[in-house]
């Protein structure tokens, strides 16, 4: 899910879809309108999911996608290669992947209570409460 949004009011820190994918912006440059031109974006954003570098260059009125972040909380039940867990509204069971960040792997175990974030009908490990 995602929302459409003029790039010009985009910030350092917001989210926005590049090439189908979710990413954070990293570096934001905007230029001022010329006597023959708009307003030019030029932006720098990571992956949220696969961390690759993506840039966008567009006028400041035109349109952009910025996706939807769920942010929700659930208890581990179960650790493999996925983290299964249950959603402490809907009761859920939600398979999430491990997450990369080692201080954050030794710190799930099962009966803990974790939040995660579903963007675009994926999920991400975010921090243990």
Same mark, same amino acid.
């Given at each position: 899910m995602s929302?459409?949004?003029?790039?010009?009011?985009?910030?350092? $820190?917001?989210? %926005?879809? #590049?090439?189908?994918?979710?990413?954070r912006i990293v570096e934001l440059e905007k230029s001022k309108p010329g006597k023959h031109g708009s307003a030019k974006v030029r932006?720098?954003?990571?992956?949220?999911f696969d961390g690759v570098k993506r840039s966008m260059v567009g006028p400041a009125d035109s349109k952009v996608d910025v996706p939807i972040v769920e942010k929700?909380? $659930?208890?581990? %039940?179960? #650790?493999?290669?996925v983290v299964s867990i249950m959603d402490s509204e809907s009761l859920q069971i939600v398979e999430v992947p491990l997450p990369q960040?080692?201080?954050?792997?030794?710190?799930?175990?099962?009966?803990?209570?974790?939040e995660y974030w579903t963007i675009m009908g994926r999920h991400m490990l975010v921090s243990v409460k």
């Open positions: 929302k459409p949004t003029d790039m010009g009011s985009l910030k350092v $820190g917001h989210n %926005v879809i #590049i090439d189908g994918e979710p990413c932006l720098v954003a990571i992956g949220i929700r909380s $659930g208890q581990v %039940v179960s #650790i493999g290669d960040d080692e201080s954050l792997r030794k710190k799930i175990e099962p009966g803990v209570t974790v």
